[in-house]
């Protein structure tokens, strides 16, 4: 896919050796081995639980693409059964990243209803319920990324937040949010369904 890229956008895509991550990453009791997410797929019906990332350094905000989706999505993934969010959350960063990044607080429960036309969901009614950890500053936009999604290679943009106006990226309320204060965590539900 060819991405088109927001002014002032920095695209970070370096190939190295996929890192593994200590199982003290992800917490207690962590053992290696077949994982399942919290999610199921019935007729068109598709729910997931995730667990994501907002990442923010020097006024810009992480996010992923690949070629085979036209958006770019936050850093993260589906919580596995038996998992914490907050370990899933640890556990997506550093696999997509290659970078070890601390959980600051829960920021949003996001309650996120859409439908697709094309790509990976392409015909699917789609229910996400995530919560979005707001990640501590490492002061530093330096990644370590090798990650893959449904085969293929993922791409980090640091997307500056003033020009996320600009661009395709999920969710929908990332400028918004990071542009106001807060006090607790956010309930935020969208419903982008077309259907």
């Avoid at 085979?68 to 997509?96: C, N, P, Q």
């Avoid at 950890?133 to 997307?159: A, C, D, P």
Wanted: aromatic share 12%.
């Amino acid at each position: 896919m060819k991405h088109q890229l927001c002014a002032g956008m920095v695209s970070v895509e370096l190939w190295r050796p996929r890192i593994v991550a200590p199982p003290i990453l992800f917490g207690k009791g962590v053992k290696m081995m077949k994982e399942y997410d919290c999610g199921f797929t019935k007729e068109n019906k598709w729910f997931r639980y995730r667990a994501a990332a907002i990442i923010v350094e020097d006024g810009c905000v992480l996010f992923a693409g690949n070629e085979l989706e036209d958006y770019y999505y936050s850093i993260g993934g589906g919580v596995h059964m038996g998992e914490t969010a907050e370990d899933a959350v640890k556990r997506e960063v550093f696999e997509e990243t290659g970078a070890a990044y601390d959980i600051d607080r829960l920021a949003v429960i996001h309650e996120n209803f859409f439908d697709e036309n094309k790509g990976t969901l392409a015909g699917l009614d789609c229910h996400e319920v995530c919560l979005y950890y707001l990640m501590k500053l490492r002061g530093t936009q330096e990644l370590h990324s090798n990650s893959t999604t449904f085969g293929v290679k993922e791409k980090m943009y640091w997307i500056p937040i003033n020009e996320l106006d600009n661009c395709k990226a999920f969710p929908t309320f990332m400028k918004d949010y990071l542009c106001r204060e807060h006090v607790g965590i956010e309930h935020i539900v969208t419903d982008e369904r077309t259907r």
